[in-house]
């Protein structure tokens, strides 16, 4: 797993207007290429009046998977362009369909990629960029007398924390960054003097702004 990458938050879509012609750029989160394929097929089939519907995406943590499709523009100017938006950007698990309404007037090839391009970055903008940052859970049960100590030094890390449980000892949910984890494991049990338990958890990503 990455440690950390780019992608977008949510579903988005922008519409920009360029010589006549309406560009409604739409992204969305993908983790396969079969929700990239769905995504784009129900853009399709709400959009199914429109003169074009151009996608790309990128998939897989090395982006091992990419495709994009002019969908009838002149070969190289929709979804090659779209495709260029997402990697420039960073972007991973993310699928990009740029809808053009024809507005009757011809944009040349050069027009064309301008304007794909442009959508494109529309709709990511609207789908909101994010960085998703590896965690691991970790969790330290402690004595009562421990917890106001141990909050205290948390609280000075900066660590992300989960909920807390309260039975006959305290359990605190702990999210620090994977690559910290096992050092951050060790440093619970230094500042509990080895007197509280602290177990590993899975690792799973944390959405931060970017």
Avoid at 157 to 182: M, W
Wanted: charged share 25%; glycine share 10%.
């Amino acid at each position: 797993m990455l440690d950390s990458y780019k992608t977008v938050e949510r579903s988005g879509s922008a519409e920009i207007v360029i010589r006549k012609s309406r560009f409604i750029g739409h992204a969305r989160p993908v983790a396969t290429e079969e929700e990239a394929l769905a995504f784009i097929a129900e853009i399709k089939k709400e959009h199914s009046a429109a003169t074009h519907n151009c996608s790309a995406y990128v998939i897989g943590e090395r982006d091992e998977y990419q495709k994009q499709s002019d969908d009838g523009e002149p070969s190289g100017t929709a979804g090659k362009p779209i495709l260029e938006v997402i990697k420039h950007q960073g972007l991973k698990n993310v699928a990009v369909v740029v809808t053009r309404y024809f507005g009757g007037i011809l944009l040349g090839a050069g027009g064309l990629i301008r304007a794909y391009t442009d959508g494109a970055v529309a709709g990511l903008a609207a789908a909101k960029p994010v960085l998703q940052v590896l965690h691991r859970d970790v969790y330290l049960e402690i004595d009562y007398t421990w917890l106001g100590k141990v909050e205290h030094e948390l609280r000075g890390r900066g660590t992300l924390l989960g909920e807390t449980s309260f039975a006959d000892k305290v359990t605190l949910h702990c999210q620090p960054i994977t690559s910290e984890a096992d050092a951050f494991a060790a440093w619970l049990t230094d500042i509990t003097s080895g007197q509280g338990i602290v177990a590993l958890g899975i690792e799973h990503y944390v959405t931060k702004e970017v």
